[in-house]
């Protein structure tokens, strides 16, 4: 009798547990199934900005049910890196990955640790190169160039104005060297991947706006430090001559370099553009330097834009720089000058004051070149 009733016991126990498995598992959201939802961005304020892709190293949320026991998460062949406490059973936080992949299948896919794949439509958004800078926007034809920007990937081309493409030395992902072609002229540089074609907002060999260039010499100062013709112990000429100051400098001692009044410098003073004046914060300054000893005391200054005299509170270069006897393009952003002036700059018909002055505490033995001053835009008008 007593087994009688622990078989009918038992029966209806498992009975009882099967059916209370099955409502538990009816409760659950998509009967305990794994599923996507939808994609979104994780900023709060923008929760209903849906996604069907993202661009590489994007943060997004993956919204759905039953994602709780997520291992390994994929977007075409690129494996993503989970952090456990950003995912729960309706939400995942993750970061497309950065890598480049080989297969694109267009798929997000998670795995589980129960065996189960989830799949879901959804793009990596491959980036077009960014064309950022050159080390020199100077550099000679047969010569390596060093372009510098992101989103490099291969097969990729470079091609130079003159429509006359260059020969890879190496390629990474965010610096290519480059040899210049014969018949490279100036103006912007484009490189094109699988993923788009970028042209750079910079000039190669950028002759605009030169407003001193020693070719030939006018101003005031310093006639004796043009470099017409380099010999043995002088740098390669990039643009013609160039200034070369080879002298000991000392502390606060002063020392203008090249430059003068409109009336010196003649034309040339009249190449800084009247939009540059106007709006400085849309333009750079830039000039091509070659520091043969380290630039690591004393100061230099520079004048350029300025419409009635000089000005001796201008714009600071400080030290230190080395550039290990190469040619490098220096960048400074117009409006840094303007504002050191502490006036507001004025258009002037008749041209503007120059000067490059060192003055400065500190003694420097100096050895540096000096080329292509000019101001020119932030931004290539398209």
């Known amino acids: 009798m007593k087994t009688i009733q622990s078989i009918l016991f ?3 126990a498992i009975a009882i ?22 994609v979104r961005i994780t900023a709060p304020e923008s929760a209903d900005s849906l996604l069907v892709g993202a661009y590489q190293s994007n943060l ?26 950003y995912i729960t059973s309706t939400t995942i936080l993750v970061s497309v990955p950065a890598e480049i992949p080989k297969e694109i299948s267009n798929t997000l896919k998670i795995l589980f640790s129960n065996g189960k794949t989830l799949e879901h439509h959804f793009k990596v958004e ?16 047969g010569n390596v160039a060093t372009i510098r920007g992101d989103y490099f990937y291969e097969p990729l ?32 540089v484009t490189v094109t991947t699988n993923f788009g074609v970028t042209s750079s907002d910079f000039w190669f060999r950028d002759n605009r706006n030169i407003f001193i260039s020693s070719d030939p010499f006018t101003g005031w ?44 410098m003649g034309d040339i003073s009249k190449n800084i553009p009247d939009e540059a004046i106007l709006k400085p914060e849309d333009y750079n300054l830039k000039f091509e ?6 630039y690591n005391n004393n100061m230099i200054k520079i004048n350029a834009g300025l419409s009635k005299d000089f000005n001796n509170d201008q714009y600071l270069w400080a030290p230190p720089y080395d550039t290990k006897g190469e ?22 018909a008749n041209g503007y004051y120059t000067r490059i002055l060192f003055h400065g505490g500190g003694d420097l033995d100096c050895d540096m070149c000096f080329d292509n001053f000019r101001i020119v835009p932030k931004v290539l008008k398209k």
């Open 10 to 12: 038992l029966s209806a």
């Open 17 to 38: 547990t099967g059916i209370y498995t099955s409502c538990k598992k009816e409760s659950l959201p998509n009967n305990g199934e794994p599923q996507i939802r939808y």
């Open 60 to 85: 997004i949320a993956i919204i759905g049910e039953n994602l709780q026991d997520a291992q390994e998460i994929w977007f075409n062949d690129q494996k993503a890196s989970l952090t456990p406490t």
């Open 126 to 141: 491959i980036s077009e190169p960014l064309v950022s800078a050159m080390n020199s926007e100077y550099v000679l034809t």
């Open 157 to 188: 081309t470079v091609t130079f104005t003159g429509n006359v493409q260059g020969e890879l030395v190496s390629v990474e992902d965010k610096v290519i060297r480059v040899i210049v072609p014969e018949g490279a002229e100036p103006g912007p």
């Open 221 to 264: 100062w310093n006639a004796s430090f043009v470099v017409e013709t380099p010999g043995p112990d002088d740098p390669p000429a990039i643009n013609g001559n160039y200034i070369r100051v080879k002298r000991d400098i000392g502390g606060w001692n002063w020392l203008e370099v090249a430059g003068g009044p409109p009336d010196a």
């Open 289 to 294: 330097v070659n520091t043969l000893k380290p």
């Open 327 to 348: 040619w490098q393009t220096v960048v400074i952003p117009f409006n840094e000058i303007a504002t050191s002036y502490g006036e507001s700059l004025s258009v002037s």
